[in-house]
């Protein structure tokens, strides 16, 4: 090969770190990449801390694990120093070497690791600013003097692991932003908690067992989240299946879960899940037990969220040395199952999708959009005193901002909300359904790519989002998971 034939093209620094910051991490899957990295170290305790200090707030993970010497700290700094090929321990839960430096640059302006493996303990910055003030790659030897404090606080002695700490923090460093800003500081502790929710389900089965880790936020444990009910009799569970892939094979266990009237108030309303019975319906998919998706029908023919499979969950467990043929993306969030699989795993999954509807239809009660987050749905549906009730979701943002007092139009919108309410067309839903049908309507038609109808409604929610205090990377991420958007592509997955 002649290298003079060739030119060097190096990527722009300050492209790279604008890529990098657009990846599309909300902040709960962030912080999951760095707890990826401590359990990959060997951590048995990992502590996410949320620190208010208005315009100064500041999150870090700090993990007593095996730690890194100076050396393996700017390796770890170095930004895709590892490659997907690269061969990992059978505790790295990473892969393309880019984990720690997307995750925090989508949420901080600065970025500080502390490690020690035993010896002295080696301090590295990324501070953003410099990085495109410069055009260069300039990793900064030590922390500046607060920071620096913050490490020494953190480390609280500790002759090993490894502190990660984010500094001016993407929507909530703002010299706007006071310390006693309380709209602004209760949705720093609502990301706190959501955090924690997402914890708990991602890394469920590293809170439990034998070589069980403990993670805490904010001093709080993390209480491990399962999302089949494995230890309840009445579950369900569909025999399990390997199937081959080359020279592997992927585990995949249905399970179905108990109606209602089976289950306690509590463990009916945690049964829910983070994102409610209709956000949790689907596969679940693992990597060395590692949650990377969770909820999801995975794109396959004829497959979609409806109430009636809401007690139809799927364990499938794929291989790390499978991971191209899954298309795992860089943050853990999405996978593609491989063509080979695709039938089999849409048999299995009707029929976990027919018995979930069977139970639901002998035993079951209404359990659509009554749990979740509130501002996913725009219907909320209960049984109380043995009447069913349609409610449209004043908590949803559209209708919060259309209903709020001091518009013109709020009298005729809460009128006309009333007026829809009230007139539910349930018996001609009734007559027209079938329980097996394929004719259900479908949002906007069911396209792959949102529609320019979907996107102008989806444009107003956003609008409506940031005019109610959101951060505009925080309306997209919420958007991403609002029905029906969450089933189509738009500017929400940019």
């Known amino acids: 090969m002649k290298y003079e034939d060739y030119e060097v093209a190096a990527p722009d620094p300050a492209g790279m770190v604008a890529s990098l910051s657009s990846l599309g991490y909300s902040l709960e899957a962030a912080v999951a990449d760095l707890v990826d990295n401590s359990i990959s170290a060997k951590a048995r305790r990992i502590d996410v801390e949320f620190t208010w200090a208005g315009w100064n707030s500041w999150i870090a993970v700090v993990d007593d694990g095996e730690g890194m010497t100076s050396e393996q700290l700017v390796t770890a700094m170095t930004v895709a120093a590892r490659g997907p090929d690269t061969v990992r321990t059978s505790t790295d839960l990473g892969r393309f070497g880019v984990g720690l430096k997307s995750a925090s640059f989508s949420q901080a302006r600065q970025l500080t690791v502390a490690s020690s493996a035993g010896g002295e303990w080696s301090v590295r910055t990324w501070d953003l600013d410099v990085v495109e ?10 922390a500046d003097t607060e920071t620096t404090a913050l490490v020494d606080r953190l480390r609280d002695g500790a002759a090993k692991g490894t502190i ?58 993390v209480e491990p989240w399962d999302p089949f009910l494995v230890t309840h009799p009445s579950v369900q569970r569909l025999p399990v299946e390997h199937l081959p892939l080359g020279e592997d094979s992927v585990r995949v266990e249905a399970f179905v879960l108990p109606s209602a009237q089976r289950l306690s108030d509590r463990a009916y309303d945690r049964a829910a899940g983070p994102a409610g019975w209709l956000g949790q319906q689907g596969f679940y998919v693992y990597r060395r037990d590692r949650l990377i998706l969770a909820g999801d029908w995975l794109g396959l023919p004829g497959m979609r969220r409806e109430e009636r499979f809401n007690l139809a ?15 795992v993306d860089v943050r853990k969030a999405s996978v593609v199952p491989p063509v080979g699989l695709r039938r ?7 029929q976990a999708r027919t018995r979930a509807a069977e139970v639901l239809r002998h035993r079951g009660r209404v359990s659509a959009r009554t749990h979740g987050d ?27 901002e259309l209903l709020q007092s001091g518009r013109d139009s709020a009298p005729e919108a809460k009128a006309l909300v009333r007026l829809l309410e009230e007139t539910v067309p349930v018996t001609a839903l009734r007559a027209l359904h079938e329980t097996d049908s394929e004719d259900d309507p479908v949002p906007f038609g069911g396209a792959a790519m949102a529609p320019p109808e979907a996107v102008q409604v989806a444009e107003q929610v956003y609008r409506s989002l940031v005019a109610q205090g959101r951060s505009p990377s925080a309306a997209r991420d919420r958007i991403r998971v609002m029905p029906p958007f969450d089933q189509m592509r738009g500017f929400w997955n940019d």
Not at 134 to 140: N, Q
Not at 190 to 198: C, F, G, L, P, Y
Not at 313 to 327: F, L, M, Q, S
Not at 377 to 400: D, F, M
Request: net charge positive.
């Open 344 to 350: 089999h795993l849409r048999r299995i999954a009707t």
């Open 133 to 142: 003030a410069s055009g260069r790659w300039l990793l900064r030897r030590g």
């Open 164 to 221: 990660v700490i984010w500094r001016r923090l993407r929507g909530f460093h703002s010299q706007e932003v006071g310390e006693a800003d309380e709209k602004v500081q209760q949705q720093f502790y609502a990301e706190a908690e959501r955090t924690e929710s997402h914890l708990g389900m991602v890394f469920a089965r590293f809170l439990t067992g034998s070589g069980r880790r403990t993670i805490r936020v904010s001093g709080t444990p």
């Open 313 to 327: 969950r799927i364990a499938v467990d794929i291989p790390v040395e499978t991971d191209t043929d899954w298309g």
């Open 374 to 400: 509130p501002l996913l749905y725009a219907w909320t549906v209960k049984r109380e005193n043995g009447q069913v009730s349609c409610r449209i979701n004043r908590s949803h943002p559209l209708v919060r």
